[in-house]
């Protein structure tokens, strides 16, 4: 990393501009903004190019930095005599300036601090970043003030909610995913290529009924959900030999490289069950099985939840669906039927879910989850 760093230093110092005179605030250039222009070839062997950085007032020694954020990580406020140059390397990052609003810096972005403009810079709240700082040294040595902690705004601290959802007016598009789920998670392979045909047909998108699968694993074990994704794939390539044309749909968003999904995904089950974060730490738990605790929190409400195709509302009829067709998993079951009413499903819309369980895993297991639904009243 020594000789990126020496690189970067000598082109900056070779390929530069001058920022104007007024420009006395942070600047921050992203990315796709950088002028990007071929080397020549007469001082290279092959083909490169460069973009041309602003030139840092310096009258002395550089110091030049390699430094990594963890997710969540922040500085201090701070300012530099001299100013200081941030190249972001890695990830998504924050960083603001005393009275102006946050910005999000990502992987490319380069930032200039003027001489002591107070400001602050690091991770994302869920994401590591690390960049390259380049700063001048004062003629004593000193090149930071270091100032108080930042106060970061509520919301930036925590998800914890406690106001009700909107209600939810659930579609016989999203009514479809029931007995997809239901039928995937009891392994009735015939009747699920029939579901699907209707999920289809009712506007589901392919890459939706995918991630149905992929959150189900997490129910219904990996088995179930790989016949039921392989169904899937076979109905798909059945159609497109009838010509028969279906939606692809959205692919989900990707989070920032270095996402630090486990803090995420207790920040997402205090959204989901309307408590406080710290409500969601269960040291018991934690401690006597640190590996399940992972799995359930950074993968399954951390990294599943974050995959947008399929909204909150949508992936708890998955799995209520699911939990519904396997019966003897009530405690679970109660759970996630209280974070489908969080959601704003009401109790006129989860009668149309029960309906719906009932033609599809019958009376019986209906009436169960109907009664563990009637303990929350």
């Given at each position: 990393m020594k000789y990126q760093v020496n690189a970067l230093l000598v082109i900056s110092s070779l390929f530069s501009v001058v920022w104007a005179e007024d420009k006395m605030g942070q600047h921050i250039t992203k990315a796709d903004q950088h002028s990007i222009q071929a080397a020549p070839t007469s001082n290279f062997s092959g083909q490169a190019d460069f973009s041309r950085l602003p030139?840092?007032?310096?009258?002395?020694?550089?110091?030049?930095?390699?430094?990594?954020?963890?997710?969540?990580?922040?500085?201090?406020?701070?300012?530099?005599?001299?100013?200081?140059?941030?190249?972001?390397?890695?990830g998504e990052g924050r960083t603001q300036e005393w009275g102006k609003p946050i910005q999000t810096i990502h992987k490319g972005d380069t930032i200039w601090y003027p001489p002591n403009?107070?400001?602050?810079?690091?991770a994302s709240e869920h994401g590591a970043m690390s960049h390259i700082a380049i700063t001048p040294v004062a003629t004593d040595g000193k090149s930071v003030t270091w100032l108080e902690?930042?106060?970061l705004p509520?919301?930036?601290?925590?998800?914890?909610?406690?106001?009700?959802?909107?209600?939810?007016?659930?579609?016989?598009?999203?009514?479809?995913?029931?007995?997809?789920?239901?039928?995937?998670?009891?392994?009735d392979l015939e009747k699920l290529k029939t579901a699907l045909i209707q999920g289809l047909e009712n506007g589901l998108s392919i890459n939706e009924i995918k991630q149905v699968f992929a959150h189900q694993y997490a129910?219904?074990?990996?088995?179930?959900?790989?016949?039921?994704?392989?169904?899937?794939?076979?109905?798909?390539?059945?159609?497109?030999?009838?010509?028969?044309?279906?939606?692809?749909?959205?692919?989900?968003?990707t989070l920032a490289s270095g996402t630090d999904y486990y803090q995420l995904g207790i920040e997402r089950l205090a959204d989901l069950n309307k408590t406080s974060i710290e409500a969601n730490r269960n040291?018991?738990?934690?401690?006597?099985?640190?590996?399940?605790?992972?799995?359930?929190?950074?993968h399954l409400f951390?990294?599943?939840?974050?995959?947008?195709?399929?909204?909150?509302?949508?992936?708890?009829?998955?799995?209520?669906?699911?939990?519904?067709?396997?019966?003897?998993?009530?405690?679970?079951?109660?759970?996630?039927?209280?974070?489908?009413?969080?959601?704003?499903?009401?109790?006129?819309?989860?009668?149309?879910?029960?309906?719906?369980?009932?033609?599809?895993i019958g009376r019986d297991l209906a009436n169960n989850a109907e009664n563990v639904l009637k303990q929350l009243q």
């Open positions: 030139i840092m007032p310096s009258q002395g020694d550089v110091a030049p930095a390699i430094v990594n954020f963890k997710a969540g990580t922040i500085t201090n406020w701070h300012t530099h005599p001299h100013g200081q140059y941030l190249i972001v390397t890695e403009v107070k400001h602050w810079h690091g902690k930042v106060d509520i919301h930036a601290k925590t998800l914890a909610t406690s106001a009700k959802a909107e209600t939810v007016q659930l579609s016989s598009k999203q009514l479809s995913l029931i007995p997809i789920a239901a039928f995937s998670a009891t392994g129910y219904a074990g990996f088995p179930r959900a790989l016949n039921g994704m392989l169904t899937f794939k076979s109905l798909l390539e059945e159609r497109q030999k009838q010509d028969i044309h279906d939606i692809q749909g959205a692919q989900p968003s040291p018991l738990f934690e401690n006597f099985s640190p590996t399940m605790d992972y799995a359930l929190k950074a951390g990294y599943l939840f974050s995959q947008d195709n399929l909204s909150p509302v949508e992936r708890e009829i998955v799995v209520v669906s699911t939990l519904s067709a396997m019966g003897d998993v009530n405690a679970q079951l109660r759970s996630h039927l209280r974070i489908t009413r969080n959601l704003g499903v009401d109790a006129a819309q989860m009668q149309k879910i029960m309906n719906a369980l009932q033609q599809t």
